[in-house]
């Protein structure tokens, strides 16, 4: 079993985690004023993934582990177009503990991008993550591409899992586009 987490501020109640769980998808949501890391180690331990694909970088540049230059992006930031993990910052960090314990626990992590995955799949007509009257159209969309039977989404958060979890998905059948250097950090679309 793999879950797709969209990983967000630490306290917000934006982060939220989605999985298969029977014939259904399961989606749940960190509240306002949770700790979103606390959330989610519970989560993990009690639907125990195998294998999770998170959305938030899990690297730093190179330049840091002594391999390559470029002291703001990795190479797969530069292939994708991302946000550099250094601008992240205590959210790259969180996310890169996070990864580190679950890796300790012999849980598969991964860096996923749902934004990568709707470039591919996506249409431009609709207004991803600008305008939530097309959050359905977006889920009707999205469901056409993978044989899971997706819950209705409430809110742009649990789209983002929902993709996080579709990249999972892709990677497991060998469908997934991976970009980066392996020695620096990969991100899985």
């Known amino acids: ?26 989606l749940r949501q960190s ?20 294998a999770i694909y998170l959305d938030a970088p899990l690297s730093l540049p190179g330049v840091y582990t002594n391999n390559g230059n470029d002291y703001f992006y990795r190479a797969c930031d530069r292939e994708l177009a991302c946000m550099s993990p250094l601008f992240l910052g205590g959210l790259t960090a969180r996310a890169m503990r996070l ?23 996506g249409s431009q007509a609709l207004m991803y993550k600008k305008d939530t009257k097309d959050l359905a159209a977006c889920l ?36 997934a586009n991976i970009y980066g250097d392996p020695q620096e950090g990969l991100i899985y679309v």
Not at 142 to 167: I, K, R, Y
Request: overall charge negative.
């Open 1 to 26: 079993m793999i879950c797709g987490i969209d990983y967000g501020s630490k306290m917000a109640g934006t982060t939220v985690c989605a999985w298969p769980n029977g014939s259904s998808i399961e």
């Open 31 to 50: 509240g306002k004023k949770e700790d979103a890391d606390a959330f989610l180690e519970a989560l993990i331990a009690e639907i125990q993934p195998q």
């Open 99 to 121: 990864a580190n314990r679950w890796q300790q626990q012999g849980l598969s992590t991964y860096e996923a991008y749902p934004a990568g995955l709707w470039r591919q799949i």
């Open 140 to 175: 009707e969309l999205l469901q056409t591409h993978f044989e899971l039977s997706l819950p209705a989404a409430s809110n742009w958060h649990q789209f983002d899992a929902l993709l996080a979890l579709c990249v999972g998905v892709r990677h497991q059948q060998q469908q």
